[in-house]
């Protein structure tokens, strides 16, 4: 993927080829898109400070997971995934940010095929972390929805040997796809995959989120009548419920559905100047799927008592 400068940020190329493509035909100015465009500037310190946040949490969830054998489970197993997923992007993102300020400060010399090298290597990672991420998130979802729906045969239909299958599986899938990615990111085809593949991860966590929430709220439901209780503490609860499956796929759409927009736009409108202004936004959507990987520990591990209670052992060195 072409270099084009030492400010080029996180799978630049992507942007810059939507941008190099509409200009010439359109006679337009990279600043000529229209007047109500506006271009959200993205500093490199705030990429470098969400990246280290980022890392941190991620870190602590993986050493949490790998030090107590009472999370050696699937499920946390699937989470620790998640979290190593959400740790290359913060890597990425703290190496690329570290090596811009250095060569802008002039640091750090290097030749121009090393800088490409290391934007190769860079941008491999984050296209493998993303494509993973977003299949922990479903491989999560699917975890749930089997342990709510077959709760007796769970232990027997989400073994730890078919866990570490569908790990090693999503890995191999991540890095081949991310591979074959950045070789041929100039392909609408490529483009297209990319954004199916994101709205069907979102199709299939709608679908079984509100699967489940449908049967919590029947369960509740039938105890509320065992009980005698009334009406109104079972609408709390869906109320309650359903709150929580709009914030948890809002999260999700919000923090990565800037992005797979922006490569759907680069096929259906690369020359329109609509879409040459959103396209200036691209350091902005990457924002946001970093931003995903400090939410992510929060909804998905840090709710765990079990692993709040080895987060502390860990920083409080009481082993």
Known sequence: MPIQGPQKRLLGSLNSTATATATPHLGLATNQTGPWCLHVSIPDG????????????????????TKNRNLHSPMYYFICCLA??????????????????????????ARAAVVQQLDNVTDVLICSSMVSSLCFLGIIAID????????????????LPRARRAVAGTWVVSIASSALFITYYRHTAVLLCLVT??????ALM???????????????????QLHKRQRSVRQGFCL?????????????FLCWGPFFLHLLLIVLCPQHPT??????????F??????????????????????????????????
């Open 46 to 65: 705030l990429f470098l400070s969400l990246g280290l946040v980022s890392l941190v949490e991620n870190v602590l969830v993986v050493t949490a997971i």
């Open 84 to 109: 190593l997923s959400d740790l290359m992007v913060s890597v990425s993102i703290v190496l690329e940010t570290t090596v811009i300020l250095l060569l802008e400060a002039g640091i750090l010399v």
């Open 144 to 159: 749930r929805y089997i342990s709510i729906f077959y709760a007796l045969r769970y232990h027997s239909i989400v073994t």
């Open 197 to 202: 593949f994101f709205l069907a991860m979102l």
């Open 206 to 224: 709608a679908v079984l989120y509100a699967h489940m929430l449908t049967r919590a709220c029947q369960h509740a439901q039938g105890i509320a």
């Open 240 to 252: 309650k419920g359903a709150a929580t499956l709009t914030i948890l796929l809002g999260i999700f």
């Open 275 to 284: 879409c040459g202004c959103i396209f200036k936004s691209f350091n902005l």
């Open 286 to 319: 990457l924002t946001l799927v970093i931003l995903s990987s400090i939410v992510d520990p929060l909804i998905y591990a840090f709710r765990s008592p079990e692993l709040r209670r080895t987060l502390k052992e860990v920083l409080l060195c009481s082993w």
